[in-house]
């Protein structure tokens, strides 16, 4: 009895730190603060459990479909503490939103049965996933339309065609269901890598004009708000929105970003950045201030 209740007010007390910690706040969400807290305690002291799985359990009760990206860190947590039930547990639900079990197996460790796990995926596959199915279908057709439009040179009339008419088909979604089509619409959330995101949804978005990016950020914003997209990957478009912004405001002279995304292989920025600011930015909507590469 004394034990659950020195666990509750742990908790309780991490529940605190995550809300209040970050001053100057623009986009409140407890599971974002605690996930990003606890993969950043993580990189510097993988050994910390209780203070990492405290802020996780706080986060996850603030969700009830995490974001794929936290998912694939749970996944790393438990394959570094060779806990077998639960990356599988984890496994089954990276799966279900649409992640391929390639990415799944690459990081399992060796005391961790591939066999067990392959068995176990058959038996946990969600099968009746069948939330919104045409939602799902046409963002995967834009998916693979973005694809296939990357073929074609920048100025070609037939990429600039499909990039319009993706936004377009967003356009419409977002107009009818007032909202981003996020995790807690479709079921489903395919983007888990930070610096490759090639294979994420997010990457046909990175092909839309400034003023196309500009109409879907007020419904990103409150994606981000609500758990349905993760900080990264907000931050990756308004960055690159923000650089082409920068960029045609003075007539390329300067272009800027705004949370320091985009960095070279050796982690320098880059286009120009105020790093007092933009670090008091990525606070702010919850990612690391220290540029930690949490993939």
């Given at each position: 009895m004394i034990g659950i209740l020195f666990l509750s007010l742990i908790l309780i007390s991490n529940k605190l730190i995550c809300q209040n910690d970050f001053s100057d706040q623009q986009i409140k969400s407890t599971y974002h603060e605690c996930f990003t807290k606890a993969k950043e305690i993580y990189f510097t002291s993988p050994d910390s459990i209780f203070i990492i799985d405290s802020l996780i359990q706080v986060a996850l009760a603030e969700s009830v479909t995490p974001l794929s990206t936290d998912l694939y860190f749970l996944l790393k947590v438990f394959a570094y503490r060779c806990d077998e039930?639960?990356?599988?547990?984890?496994?089954?639900?990276?799966?279900?939103?649409?992640?391929?079990?390639v990415d799944i197996i690459k990081i399992r460790p060796s005391c961790i049965s591939k066999r067990k796990i392959k068995t176990f995926l058959k038996q946990k596959i969600n099968t009746n996933n069948n939330q919104n199915v045409v939602l799902k279908e046409t963002l995967d057709q834009i998916q693979r339309d973005d694809k296939y439009s990357q073929f074609f040179l920048v100025s070609n009339k037939k990429r600039e065609q499909i990039n319009n008419n993706n936004f377009e088909k967003i356009r419409i979604i977002v107009k009818q269901l007032n909202k981003w089509p996020g995790i807690s619409v479709t079921g489903r959330d395919q983007n888990i890598n930070h610096r490759d995101i090639s294979d994420g949804f997010v990457h046909s978005l990175l092909h839309f004009t400034t003023d196309q990016i500009e109409f879907l950020l007020p419904f990103l914003e409150d994606a981000l708000k609500n758990n349905d997209i993760s900080p990264y990957h907000y931050a990756r478009i308004f960055d690159y929105y923000y650089i082409k912004k920068t960029t045609i405001a003075t007539m390329g002279r300067k272009p800027e970003q705004y949370y320091g995304i985009y960095r070279s292989r050796n982690g320098k920025s880059v286009f120009p950045v105020n790093m007092d600011r933009v670090k008091k930015r990525r606070v702010a909507i919850c990612l690391s201030a220290d540029f930690i590469n949490f993939d």
């Open positions: 039930k639960n990356f599988c547990n984890v496994a089954s639900q990276l799966i279900n939103n649409g992640v391929s079990r």
